[in-house]
């Protein structure tokens, strides 16, 4: 630390210079800090339920800036009791999930009858579910909310015997004691914010933040948080009547400034009654003296039209003061913890962010983002839909190789194959339009292989359209024997609910066609070069994840099946089942019923330039016009991303069809 120096009035640069050093003595920037603590539970050592250290940002703090205490045990068959952890933290600690403080030592305290963990997630899904699915935009948080300790009142183990019961338990709630801020904060005081969660919950009570030096105490709430997900039912209270169980937890209110070196910190006691469920628990809470961003502005899909509110939230010792920015400039009169435009338009198009400053420092929100109205990528490996009605459905070709002919050992000539190579995984892929939706339908492709690339390996891919996780839709696979296997899903990958092989091998190097008919509610059929091969009924109907691409020689589940190793044409996706004749006809090269033949891709041309084209409005129709003033007609059945080939003539799109909305970015601001 500097020390303070006397300057000569005569000496006005001296002046300057002592007057910032003696500022940053008195704001004591050089001490700013902030401390998030994290509570972990050990589920009796399950490695999928004990701990969640702080792996990446949470709550604004980076992975640097968080301790993820000692876990604590559940008390489910393992530890039952009241339990008390100690930790000492100072600049050198730096194992086990706690990292060293910029200056100083604390020592924590805390206590609880048991811990346990909460699939709550935060704040950044759509309800009414906030439990977290793996995909979570804001990992750090969901490891936050994970491990929380109980607050004697909540469904869980009991005194007695370490069994489980409703109602109120009647044991201790959870208590936090911390000594040594002032070795932290040494030149200013600090604000605090709690983190709840909880597996048991449908409101959350307040929480006590208490000076233990000066024997003062500040009562914070946890306003509007998300609705919780049902996490089973009801559980019954001692009072009668019963109470929905919810996962759930949020966010509470800021202390005002604290300036002690002991603090304290307990909830109120929880309550049960006849349709409602109070619970205190926690699994955390930030200690800060400069401004934390804790809860960003959500990321919300805005169109042409709409009316947004930017939200945000933010924790610091006050006063703290606000300005939103686009594209890192300033916004005249954006000075709140909201920001709002009124019928967006393409001026307003850029990234937002909420820049918060006080004595000790500044933080910067994750930015937000208004985009183009239809934004365009170029594109060199376009394979063309040549299906003579309707809009084209083009694919991205991955890898795979153009040959302009290809002659099998039957004297059997397909000209305009693409060539997939195991050792190259590569794949073909068409947007998973509606269109591919159908619940009945036939899916027919040329194909000419030698077998798997890895005998000893799964079978290997020849279209996966299945989703992940969940397991909805279809993929036909080439097995080691050389037969292919159809198998539908519906919700459970290791239990198809459709299951059907061929009876003939297609691993003898020759030119096959291969037509799958299917009826979601009823069967599957296979056919071999024109003729019935081989069909089974469904155990129970299953139907097309919506919105999933269709993927040709490599699934996007690499761990379940291996990459195509052979030859590929004439690919074709009909919305309907067709016959015995005709599938026939389709063997000669007929097209088929051309109003019910949604792609065929034949690769009469090598795959080549394009555009994508890409909208986020839901609701919105792409139309196309060969002038820019129009006129302009509709492409049905077009939705994002869409592409384009490259044309002769010039061709101009847009979309229509957008009503406008109001959105509240953020309806959990405090």
């Known amino acids: ?52 250290i702080v792996t990446a940002q949470a709550f604004g703090i980076g992975t640097n800036g968080w301790e993820s205490l000692t876990q604590m045990p559940t008390g489910y068959g393992c530890a039952c009791g009241f339990t008390t952890l100690n930790e000492v933290i100072d600049t050198t600690t730096s194992s086990g999930g706690l990292n060293p403080l910029p200056n100083g030592s604390l020592t924590v305290t805390w206590g609880a009858y048991a811990a346990n963990v909460s699939g709550f997630g935060g704040y950044n899904r759509s309800g009414p579910n906030y439990t977290f699915g793996g995909n979570s935009e804001q990992p750090g948080n969901e490891q936050v909310y994970w491990g929380f300790l109980r607050d004697g009142v909540n469904f869980g183990p009991n005194s007695a015997d370490c069994s489980y019961n409703c109602g109120d338990n009647n044991q201790p709630g959870y208590n936090i004691d911390i000594t040594g801020l002032k070795s932290l904060f040494t030149n200013s005081s600090f604000a605090v914010q709690l983190i709840a969660a909880s597996d048991s919950l449908w409101m959350l009570t307040n929480a006590f933040i208490i000076d233990a030096s000066a024997n003062t105490t500040q009562s914070v709430i946890y306003p509007s948080i998300p609705t919780p997900a049902n996490a089973g039912g009801s559980l019954c209270n001692s009072g009668g009547g019963s109470f929905p169980r919810g996962g759930g937890g949020g966010l509470s209110t800021s202390s005002d400034s604290l300036n002690t070196d002991h603090l304290k910190i307990i909830g109120n006691r ?45 924790i ?9 920015r686009k594209n890192g400039l300033p916004i005249p009169g954006a000075t709140t913890l909201s920001y709002g435009i009124t019928n967006v338009a393409i001026t307003d198009i850029g990234a937002y962010d909420l820049r918060v400053t006080n004595l000790y420092g500044s933080a910067i929100s994750s930015a937000v983002t208004i985009g183009d109205e239809i934004s365009t990528a170029r594109i060199k490996n376009l394979v063309l839909d040549s299906n003579p009605k309707g809009p084209e459905r083009d694919g991205l070709n991955n890898g795979a190789v153009w040959l302009a002919s290809s002659t099998d050992g039957a004297s059997v000539t397909r000209t305009g194959v693409m060539s997939f190579v195991a050792s190259a995984p590569s794949q073909i892929t068409v947007p998973g339009l509606t269109n591919f939706d159908s619940s009945a339908g036939t899916i027919m492709f040329w194909m ?4 798997v690339a890895d005998p000893l390996g799964n079978p290997a891919t020849l279209l996966d359209r299945l989703s992940t996780p969940g397991a909805n839709g279809c993929v036909i696979v080439l097995n080691a024997d050389g037969t292919l296997t159809a198998k539908a899903f519906a919700g459970d990958v290791g239990n198809p609910v459709g299951n059907l092989g061929t009876t003939t091998a297609l691993n003898d190097n020759r030119w096959h066609q291969v037509a799958m008919v299917y009826d979601q509610s009823a069967s599957l059929n296979f056919y071999i070069d024109g003729m019935p091969n081989n069909n089974a009924p469904v155990g129970s109907p299953w139907t097309w994840p919506t919105g999933q691409e269709l993927e040709w020689g490599l699934s996007h589940d690499t761990n379940t099946w291996q990459a195509y190793n052979g030859l590929m044409d004439d690919v074709r996706f009909y919305d309907r089942g067709l ?49 820019v003033n129009g006129p302009y007609t509709d492409l049905a059945g077009a939705a994002s991303p869409y592409n384009v080939g490259a044309q002769n003539a010039a061709r101009f799109y847009r979309y ?8 509240n970015s953020n309806p959990y601001l405090m």
């Not at 007057?19 to 004591?28: D, E, I, K, P, W």
């Not at 926690?282 to 709409?306: A, E, L, N, R, Y």
């Not at 004749?581 to 394009?610: H, K």
């Open 316 to 324: 610091g010792v006050s006063p703290l003061s606000y300005q939103w």
């Open 448 to 451: 000419r292989s030698s077998g």
């Open 1 to 52: 630390m500097k020390r303070t120096r006397f300057c000569s009035p005569n000496n006005r640069a001296r002046k300057v210079a002592c007057t910032v050093s003696a500022a940053a003595l008195m704001l004591g920037v050089s001490q700013a800090a902030t401390v998030g603590f994290n509570f972990q539970a050990n589920y009796c050592a399950s490695s999928g339920y004990s701990g969640a």
């Open 579 to 627: 016959s015995d004749t005709e599938v026939a006809s389709a063997y000669t090269g007929a097209l088929v019923d051309t109003n019910a033949l949604i792609m065929q891709l034949n690769f009469t041309a090598a795959p080549g330039l394009g555009m994508t084209l890409t909208w986020s409005c839901p609701d919105a129709v792409l139309q196309s016009a060969d002038a």
């Open 656 to 663: 229509r069809g957008h009503t406008p909305v109001v959105i």
């Open 270 to 314: 929880a309550q049960h009654g006849v349709g409602y469920n109070f619970a205190s628990t926690i699994s955390g809470f930030i200690v800060t003296d400069k401004p934390v961003v804790t809860m960003s502005p959500h990321q919300v899909v805005v169109c042409g039209g709409d009316t947004v509110v930017w939200s945000a939230y933010a």
